[in-house]
């Protein structure tokens, strides 16, 4: 390796360390402060710095720009669509979505404007969620690169900004990875021995793709069976092998469709539906196979590779930013809280959590184990952490009293009444003023398909699916536990318990129905840490 591309390689590795100590100590504090702020102090904290820094010479991204405008075009999309907490006044919420377009047109063009935009779309539009935190951080990253190189003027550091965005995105695979090699005694443990298909059936169970007939699903999980420890193997692969793609760019190219495709199965088996994720990977992807060989010569190489490696290292550690882990054992059992609606006709109707817009990810988990006595086994669809425990699960095989054997045994206990008469208020708030018509969300009725999607698809259920046509007059909550038995290829519906019904003021008579299908909410805040 001759001496100018040694000194080019050191200039990246520099470049990223400063990329990503400002990430740390300096974005990520300063976007958490703003965002508890109301909104107009948030954006005098947020601009301020963004008018000083037109003072200095800036920093050219060069083509990854196109990058960063998608990330915020896709993120601005679901934030000013995304439907109002109609428990709040929604002139603000309206103002903020106001906010963020403009904020987010001018961060286009002027990077510090992001700092106002991820104040009021993390802050107060509830953002800062699972799912669009791979994207925020790249913004993040983005952001924080732009102000090292304001800052510093370093020249010729394309390659730095590429390499530590690779990083952002890749680590959110490469962590769930060494989370499931660590479930067991030995790395290989989760790929051998999980039932994934076992996921399949909870998540149908729990609300997705139940437009499909129970012996339809059944035949479709006896032959998906077969496939658990090929299918583990290559979820381990896609997700792990984000450690070497920087050893060439065609290599990072097909890593990055890998997770996309990764993403889109998991849609389809689960119903978790990642997006945000599969937009800006492929973007990513794009840009890098378009991207000027020569400026980016030092982003690739066995050098840049090592420095990848101790930046993903870092991550995985939970020293520079923090993806989720996302290691389980799938189990085929679930208890889940439902909610239904009799409307003003006497209908029956499924509400479910695509309705409950801003809140359809809290609605589409384990939301309303707050309301019931029973112990819970499990998480979401019916994950745990104990392979023992999975293995008792299976043998139960859905005999009712060795279930509630293992709830007493390894259940824990949820109930809380303050969160219990919080949901109720909520839900109780809420249905009375959509009842009054007060409006669901910012588009009309018919724009709503311009929305942004969710990533929480249980949509279906027993019950025809409410969408706000008519006035709400009682809210049911059901606690319910199912199980699949994988002996016979049946779902049993083990537990339907009514544990709580609300009781709607009629409408007022100039409002005698809602004209809803517009927005939703749910109880609190996710308290998902940035």
Excluded at 336 to 357: K, P
């Amino acid at each position: 390796m001759g001496t100018p591309l040694l000194a080019a390689y050191l200039h990246t590795a520099v470049t990223v360390t400063a990329v990503a100590a400002c990430y740390r100590f300096a974005i990520s504090p300063t976007v958490r402060a703003i965002a508890r702020r109301p909104t107009p102090l948030l954006l005098l904290a947020g601009i301020t710095p963004a008018v000083l820094l037109a003072l200095l010479p800036s920093a050219e991204p060069g083509p990854i720009r196109w990058f960063a405008m998608f990330v915020i075009a896709l993120l601005t999309w679901q934030g000013v669509t995304s439907d109002y907490d109609v428990t709040e006044p929604t002139g603000p919420q309206r103002l903020d979505k106001q906010l963020i377009l403009l904020l987010g047109a001018a961060s286009c063009f002027w990077p510090p404007a992001l700092l106002a935009w991820m104040g009021i779309y993390c802050g107060k539009l509830r953002g800062w969620k699972h799912h669009a935190m791979m994207p925020l951080r790249l913004l993040k990253a983005y952001l924080a690169w732009f102000l090292v190189a304001t800052f510093f003027e370093t020249s010729g550091s394309a390659a730095a900004l590429l390499l530590i965005l690779g990083c952002v995105s890749l680590s959110h695979y490469v962590k769930p990875a060494w989370s499931k090699a660590r479930l067991g005694p030995r790395p290989w443990s989760w790929a051998w021995h999980n039932r994934t298909h076992y996921l399949m059936a909870s998540a149908y169970s729990w609300g997705w793709a139940r437009f499909l007939r129970p012996e339809v699903v059944a035949r479709i999980l006896h032959r998906a069976r077969g496939f658990d420890r090929p299918v583990n193997i290559l979820t381990m692969a896609i997700e792990g092998v984000g450690l070497v793609a920087f050893l060439d760019r065609r290599l990072l190219i097909a890593i990055l469709a890998g997770t996309a495709l990764f993403n889109l199965a998991v849609a389809l088996a689960s119903g978790i539906l990642f997006w945000e994720n599969i937009g800006t990977n492929i973007a990513l992807a794009i840009t890098v196979g378009l991207l000027p060989a020569a400026e980016y010569e030092t982003a690739f190489g066995w050098p840049a590779a090592l420095l990848a490696l101790a930046v993903l290292a870092l991550s995985a550690a939970d020293l520079l930013w923090q993806p989720w882990h996302l290691g389980w054992w799938d189990s085929p059992f679930t208890a889940r809280i439902h909610w239904q609606v009799e409307t003003a006709s006497g209908a029956q109707q499924g509400l479910y959590n695509d309705f409950m817009c801003p809140y359809e990810r809290e609605f589409g988990r384990v939301l309303g184990y707050c309301l019931t006595s029973e112990p819970v086994l499990h998480d979401h669809l019916g994950i745990v952490w104990d392979r023992q425990l999975r293995d008792l699960i299976v043998q139960a095989d859905g005999d009712e009293e060795t279930l509630r054997h293992l709830k007493k045994t390894y259940g824990r206990v949820q109930k809380d009444e303050q969160q219990a008469n919080e949901h109720v208020a909520f839900l109780t708030t809420m249905f009375n003023r959509l009842n009054n018509g007060v409006p669901k969300g910012p588009l009309p009725r018919p724009l709503r398909r311009l929305k942004a999607p969710g990533g929480q698809l249980y949509r279906w259920g027993d019950l025809p699916s409410y969408r706000g046509d008519e006035a709400v007059r009682r809210i049911t909550i059901r606690y319910e536990e199912r199980c699949y038995r994988p002996a016979t290829g049946d779902f049993v519906l083990l537990t339907d318990d009514i544990i709580h019904e609300i009781e709607l003021v009629p409408p007022k008579p100039d409002h005698g129905s809602t004209s809803c299908a517009r927005s939703s909410s749910t109880a609190a805040p996710t308290s998902e840490s940035c």
